[in-house]
């Protein structure tokens, strides 16, 4: 029923990081100059001293590829970037998983993103007098996005909320812009600071700030996968679904599980972390209680995995120039827009969760996440990369538990055989 090519890049991890260097470049098209690129990590104390202040040095982490994605009908190599083990070997271990009944669907709403100027003691009635002159706002807003609205972005929409507060009466005037493929922080910004001298000659008060929000409610991504018929392996993800929506506890980890993948992506790709995870967060608690973005369930004998959550991922812009989030962007995913980058990280992200929740509900996670950080363990013991290297191929397959003493004595043992 599903026809699903092969992936071509099954068992890619068995191969050493050079090897997977040069099939990637071979299938990408990354020239010498972009595998170096990717090498160094894709920075010069030069170009990092043009990105942050005090720049002393530089700071690597390990860029992996994530195999095996199908996400609307093609299939997609994934960056990701981060210091935790098992996490792409697990995205991988599901792709290949989806794969077999198809992949990922997923979809991605209009990049809107929402602006606020919060303003304290307005003249009353701020939501009906901003309704009134909404078009003439709108005017306003567009004068100082010009280029947007020539992408076809723009200005959308414009309302308010009033309350009160230990300080008197507030006011908070929303505005939202389509920022098409930028994350649009900037952009919205100064579209707050810019309209917020006709917002207050229109309602008075004191101007107290001008920024978007991170809550970008607007711009969802939601995606969807069938990953297994295993009715005893269903069982457990939907136990593992249930405590999620019972304790809050157990959700916020549900969820930590989701951005170890969408995290690496933003990371790998120039984007704002912080502001993708501040927006996931947020949005998890948007219905007032605090719940996991994933959920489960059984369509015909077989379960069914679905994410919702908002994206605020830019293709263009700020970090995005970033050399090496660059060749990540236009060579390995090979990404045309925003919006096909929120499916990207959507689709990751419900992977990512369910990896992390069949893992747990069956051998548990610890075991084979000690096995892959034996490498770390092992040269915080002493060890040289290279015998690094043999600790974990000694623990690779070990049925019992890796601790720090357990590699400690496997490297006394492999120096005392070496002399
Ligand atoms: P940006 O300032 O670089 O703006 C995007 C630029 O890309 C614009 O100049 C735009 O004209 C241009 N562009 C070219 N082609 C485009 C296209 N197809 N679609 C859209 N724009 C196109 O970046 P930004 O996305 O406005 O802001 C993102 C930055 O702002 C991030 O570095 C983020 O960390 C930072 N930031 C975040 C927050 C927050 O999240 N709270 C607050 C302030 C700043």
Not at 222 to 251: C, V, W
Request: aromatic share 6%; net charge neutral.
């Amino acid at each position: 029923m599903f026809n699903v090519p092969e992936d071509k890049f099954s068992g890619l991890y068995k191969r050493p990081p050079e090897e997977r260097l040069a099939a990637i470049a071979s299938e990408c098209g990354l020239s010498s100059d972009e595998m170096a690129v990717l090498r160094a990590g894709g920075l010069t104390i030069a170009e990092a001293d043009l990105m942050r202040e005090n720049v002393i040095g530089l700071y690597s982490l390990p860029l992996s590829v994530a195999t095996g994605f199908r996400i609307n009908g093609k299939d997609y190599l994934i960056p990701m970037v981060g210091e935790e083990p098992s996490v792409v070997a697990g995205a991988s271990k599901v792709a290949k998983m989806a794969r077999e009944f198809g992949g990922f669907t997923a979809v991605s709403t209009e990049p809107v993103m929402i602006g606020e100027i919060s303003l304290l003691k307005p003249d009353p009635d701020v939501a009906v007098t901003v309704a009134a002159h909404k078009q003439d706002l709108l005017k306003v807003m567009n004068e100082l996005a010009p280029t947007m609205s020539a992408r076809g972005g723009g200005p959308r929409d414009v309302w308010a909320r009033e309350y009160a507060c230990a300080h008197g009466r507030c006011a908070v005037v929303y505005f939202s812009v389509d920022v098409r493929d930028a994350m649009g922080a900037n952009t919205v910004n100064r579209i707050a600071e810019g309209l917020a001298p006709a917002i207050t000659s229109l309602v008075g008060g004191k101007v107290v700030m001008r920024i978007l929000t991170n809550l970008s409610v607007k711009r969802i991504s939601r995606a969807r996968a069938q990953f297994t018929d295993d009715p005893e392996m269903a069982k457990g993800i939907l136990f593992a679904q249930s405590f999620a929506e019972n304790d809050i506890f157990r959700a916020v980890t549900h969820n930590k599980g989701i951005m170890n993948g969408i995290s690496a992506l933003a990371l790998a790709t120039g984007n704002d972390t912080r502001a993708v995870e501040a927006g996931a967060h947020g949005y998890a608690a948007y219905s007032s209680f605090y719940r996991p973005l994933t959920k489960y369930y059984i369509e015909d004998g077989k379960l069914i995995g679905e994410i919702e959550l908002p994206l605020a991922l830019g293709t263009v812009g700020s970090g995005t120039s970033h050399k090496a989030a660059r060749i990540c962007l236009d060579k390995i995913l090979k990404v045309k827009s925003s919006q096909e980058l929120c499916n990207i990280a959507a689709a990751l992200g419900l992977a990512q969760n369910f990896a992390a929740i069949r893992a747990l509900t069956q051998e548990g996670i610890n075991k084979g996440h000690m096995r892959l950080h034996s490498k770390t363990l092992a040269l915080m013991a002493g060890a040289t990369l290279d015998e690094a290297v043999r600790i974990y191929e000694h623990f690779r397959n070990y049925d019992g538990e890796v601790t720090m003493s357990a590699i400690k004595h496997a490297l006394d043992e492999l120096r005392k055989v070496r002399r």
